[in-house]
Each structure stands twice: as structure tokens, then as C-alpha cells.
């Protein structure tokens, strides 16, 4: 999914992220699993374009994803939270769903952490 510039911008200064302008995958790169909380109240709290919908939900999709890893658990009641968000809005985030969905991959070891749950959010 392509973020535009100026999304990621205004995501970057409305969270303080340490944004240097030449991240190649910035929602990778600039993910913090120590931030997902604060990450999901920006989003429901702020009022965003489109755009910045996107690249804020990209951030949470792979700060989730780390967060996962690092605590070796399934799912957290945050993730609810981030359905809910998906599901109020889902024509919007249909990349997003298909990159971490991994659609057509099979074999569970290939899998994101977060695959499954995003694989479980209604289509």
C-alpha cells in the first residue's frame, strides 16, 4: 500500500515520531509496540483524512504485529479495539487487510503474527 507524503508527515508530527525522511517502509520502520495504546487513542480521538487513516492504521497494524512477538501472546483486548476500527471503515483499509492477510499463503511458518487475526476480521 502506498502512504502519501504528506499523510505520513502529519502522522509523524501529531505522535512525535522520529521521522528522518528517508524510511523505505515508514509504518515498519517507525513501529513501537511500547506505543499501540497511544497509537489507537490518536486515532479514535483526532479527526483524519483518508489519507491519514491509512498510514495511522499501518503504524498500529505493525506496532501490533511487534507487539505480539515481543509478549509471545495470541491477542490482547487492544485488538478488539483495532477490529473495531477496521470494521467502521473497511473499503478504506482493503490493502492493508490483504498485505497482512497474507492471501494465498498457506504454510502458518510464513505467517505475520498478526495473520490470524486479521484473517478473522469479517470481509
Not at 502522522?11 to 506505543?35: M, Y
Request: charged share 30%.
Amino acid at each position: 500500500m502506498i502512504l502519501t507524503k504528506k499523510a505520513i508527515e502529519s502522522i509523524n508530527q501529531k505522535l512525535s515520531l522520529p521521522f528522518t525522511g528517508v524510511e523505505q517502509d515508514w509504518e515498519v520502520e517507525l513501529a513501537n509496540s511500547d506505543r499501540v495504546d497511544e497509537f489507537v487513542a490518536c486515532y479514535k480521538s483526532t479527526k483524519l483524512s483518508s489519507e491519514e487513516k491509512k498510514a495511522l492504521m499501518s503504524l498500529i497494524f505493525a506496532s501490533y504485529n511487534d507487539f505480539l512477538n515481543e509478549r509471545e501472546i495470541d491477542k490482547s483486548e487492544l485488538w478488539f479495539e483495532i477490529a473495531l476500527l477496521i470494521q467502521s471503515d473497511r473499503d478504506l483499509f482493503k490493502e492493508l487487510l490483504s498485505y497482512w492477510r497474507l492471501d494465498g499463503e498457506t504454510s502458518p511458518e510464513n505467517y505475520f503474527k498478526i495473520t490470524p487475526l486479521v484473517r478473522a476480521i469479517r470481509r
